[in-house]
């Protein structure tokens, strides 16, 4: 966000949010806990 700019959400598909994921440099929760499945079990 930039100072100003209003928040706002964006609706990404699981793929981006997987790439996003897997670009993290710490994660709050594993991989199966952020999309109930294991890595490659899409």
């Known amino acids: ?3 100003g700019e ?3 959400i964006e609706v ?3 793929d981006k949010a997987r790439e ?3 670009r993290l440099p710490k994660r709050k ?3 199966s806990e952020a999309f109930d499945t ?3 079990e899409a």
Do not use: F, T
Request: aromatic share 22%.
């Open 38 to 40: 294991a890595p490659g």
């Open 12 to 14: 990404m598909s699981v």
């Open 29 to 31: 929760m594993s991989y």
């Open 6 to 8: 209003p928040d706002s």
């Open 1 to 3: 966000m930039w100072v």
């Open 20 to 22: 996003w994921y897997k």
